[in-house]
């Protein structure tokens, strides 16, 4: 391949003497430049395949039709979609290709990857709980994929990178709802009582209007709670089984968080004047934060919390040392949701008493 001469010249000679329009076969400005693959980095990458007209990612697309970026415009075509997220501040991260490549380098399977015969017979109070936590945790997951698959479609082609990534994590919440679904029911226990108010994610996350107050409240707030959880696993899993679970759960979880993170940098230092409006989504996160941190004694009645106490305390009869561990569990939740704030570029609400009073507590267990 030269990259000097036009090997379709001819042919767009015979075709536009007959009428013909052949400019699509118009020579792109990568033409003639293969890639140096370099194998040690793991293969050929997303991030490694863009250059040229195709890595240009426009502010703003006029994108309606599903052409790939870098594709060429026709005329005439019929519009694909509406895609209302088609500017680059509502959607953009830098990251977004390499986070989308660690999701499918690092798939797992819940039949194959999951020691499930280490499982063996447990206390009732014990297996009871497991099964307790394992449905309120598949309903979480439900929540968790459903809510950004709803996005998916509504993101121009122009910025396939995130989209790409939303599709994994589908996926990753997919293949959690089914590993908690086959722990409740593999050990003669089986699905217990539904959770009713998810006060670990929050509420209101399928509520947004706008996908940056969608990740907001689900990628900074929910999903990294529960994060917090699958990182304590090892304090309430009682075979390698559960401990596998809670390890490749988290390794997930902690990509769904990146990109949140990410996300949020980005759109605090490229468009200035959502500011204040991403703060009103923090403040209103902090809320379901708190109440899942304090010891409030109707937060105390929820089975997902009685069930994470007596998993922590090693019985019913221990349910009282297990609340006070649940209680380190939450303000730890809440410290690393700060760092999480921090790192995203909002920090200053933790200095200009803008961040909920009582989170002050935890801010300085923390420093």
Known sequence: MVATQDPFAAYKEYGQERGYDLRWLERRDVWGQPLELDTDKGGLLLQDVDHGVAAEVPEESRNMTGRPRGAVTRSGVPRAGQYPVRTKADIWLRNGAELYEEAVTRQWSSATDIPWQTIEDLPDDIERAQCQLATFLTEVEFVAGDVPGKWIANVTPDYYEPRMFLQSQVMDEARHLDVFRKRALVNGGGLMRRAGSLAVVGANIDSS??????????????????????????????????????????????????????????????????????????????????????????????????ALAILLGGGEDKMEDGFNTLLAVRQRQVKEYVQRVRVAGFGERFENGRAMPVLEQYIRAGA
């Open 209 to 306: 209007r706008d996908f940056t107050e969608m990740s907001a409240r689900l990628h900074i707030t929910g999903e990294g709670s529960v994060l917090t959880l699958f990182r304590t696993g090892e304090l309430m899993a009682y075979n390698e089984a559960e401990k596998h679970i809670y390890r490749l759960c988290a390794q997930d979880e902690s990509r769904h968080v990146a990109f949140g993170v990410m996300h949020l940098q980005y759109i605090g230092h490229s468009d200035t004047d959502r500011r204040e409006e991403i703060q009103q989504y923090l403040d209103e996160a902090e809320q379901s934060l708190v109440n899942g941190a304090g010891q409030n004694p109707a937060a105390r009645g929820l089975p997902s919390n009685a």
